[in-house]
């Protein structure tokens, strides 16, 4: 089996009278042997999960771990002006010792994007803007840029990326348009409940898509999977399949992640839907009965 990365989201809803419950959840997973924790992006509260900044959350679990990577799964890149997002990913890289994996996506959340002052309607327009102002900070000292939200006239970042080139940039969503963005800025895609058959085929159309002057190859190919662990209770149901079905065995479980990495897939993390007082068995569980089988 190709080596697959597996990691678990840090999302379920955390004491808020234990703040370090979340940090103890990241240092464990490391323990465990896990790749990465990942935390999503939410500004108002979701119903579901921990709504925190990402760049905030992962900088104290960065503080906390010394090998495990950092996924913001995704950080709506519209939401942060493109100077501030390039200079807070940056920061965290620097941080970290170049543990940051900056997932990005569009959003979609109207409520949101209007209590943040952003137009939804302009999303994809400024995630491209952002991104590619965000890479010329990153990468030039000063940078000049002109783009449609942003202007750059000999711009320095404060802060230098320790990573060459910036973060490793894993870009969300399925369309057409977000494979190219992935193309166009993007060290990888990075998918949402894909299985074997869409991961082959994302491989196949970014292949289509790429012009003469891109390497679709070149970009890893990554997801977000579903997942509750036998005897373990969930709080929601998943809005897709689960891996390893409705009824999961260690069997199953590594049965899809093995097809998942023969597809072509690098990493994987594990969305967990349950309650903060279980994620403890639930990465116990994964670390006992899969990873010894991934390796």
Not at 107 to 126: H, K, L, M, Q, T
Not at 184 to 192: A, P, Q, V
Not at 217 to 239: C, H, K, W, Y
Request: charged fraction near 20%; include cysteine.
């Amino acid at each position: 089996m190709p080596q697959l990365r597996l990691g678990v989201s840090l999302q379920p809803r955390w004491p808020l009278d234990d703040g370090r419950a979340v940090l103890r959840a990241a240092v464990h997973a490391e323990e465990l042997g896990l790749d990465h924790v990942a935390v999503g992006n939410r500004l108002l509260d979701s119903g579901f999960g921990l709504d925190t900044d990402p760049f905030v959350l992962l900088s104290a679990v960065a503080g906390a771990t010394t090998r495990l990577r950092l996924l913001t799964s995704v950080l709506v890149a519209p939401y942060y002006p493109a100077v501030l997002l390039a200079n807070q990913a940056a920061t965290l890289d620097v941080v970290s010792g170049g543990r940051l994996l900056l997932g990005v996506g569009t959003g979609w959340n109207p409520g949101e994007f209007a209590a943040a002052g952003v137009p939804v309607r302009e999303r994809g327009a400024r995630t491209d803007d952002h991104l590619a102002a965000a890479k010329a900070l990153w990468t030039g000292r000063p940078a000049d840029f002109e783009g449609r939200f942003t202007t750059l006239q000999g711009a320095s970042l404060g802060v230098t990326p320790v990573t060459p080139g910036g973060p490793p940039v894993w870009v969300g969503g399925h369309s057409d348009v977000a494979l190219r963005r992935a193309l166009r800025f993007g060290d990888g895609w990075y998918g949402s409940g894909a299985d074997a058959a869409t991961v082959t085929d994302v491989r196949r159309r970014l292949r289509d898509l790429a012009d003469a002057s891109q390497d679709a190859d070149r970009l890893t190919l990554n997801s977000m999977e579903f997942f509750t662990p036998p005897g373990v209770p969930a709080l929601i149901q998943p809005p897709g399949r689960p891996v390893g079905g409705p009824s999961p065995t260690a069997a199953s479980v590594v049965d899809d992640l093995g097809r998942l990495a023969e597809a072509g897939l690098s990493a994987c993390t594990l969305w967990l839907p349950v309650a903060a007082e279980h994620v403890e068995k639930a990465t116990e569980w994964i670390a006992a009965e899969v990873l010894p089988q991934l390796a």
